[in-house]
């Protein structure tokens, strides 16, 4: 069974910067892309970053309201992905989640075969 937990969200003051963490367990290759969504109340789904497969080496902040502000990660040994977030702002309020695909790489949510729960994030003014 594959399972995905995020972790590290919380409450915090604008101009902060948080470090969320997911580890991946129960999938029984290495090679698999990775991504870190978003979803605030009455907005669509939206990809923040996304990391490649390992050997890949390609990683992008996709959403252009974190492009430099995001830093997206991953360590195989740990199974784990990571989005750090710096300069945060109240409309970076939302429930972030952890996305694993069976694709090297994709910047689209239909082809993430598997989510986490998702963890929220609240930035304040």
């Known amino acids: 069974q594959v399972e995905l937990r995020e972790s590290g969200g919380g409450w915090v003051q604008a101009g902060a910067s948080l470090r969320l963490s997911c580890t991946v367990s129960g999938l029984t290759s290495k090679y698999y892309g990775l991504g870190w969504f978003r979803q605030a109340p009455g907005h669509e789904r939206e990809l923040v970053a996304a990391v490649a497969a390992r050997y890949n080496g390609e990683s992008e902040c996709e959403a252009d309201s974190v492009k430099g502000r995001c830093t997206i990660s991953r360590d195989d040994a740990k199974s784990a992905v990571y989005l750090q977030l710096s300069t945060l702002k109240p409309e970076d309020t939302s429930l972030y989640y952890c996305?694993?695909?069976?694709?090297?790489?994709?910047?689209?949510?239909?082809?993430?075969?598997?989510w986490g729960r998702g963890t929220q994030v609240t930035v304040s003014s």
């Open positions: 996305a694993a695909t069976t694709r090297a790489y994709s910047p689209r949510a239909g082809e993430y075969e598997y």
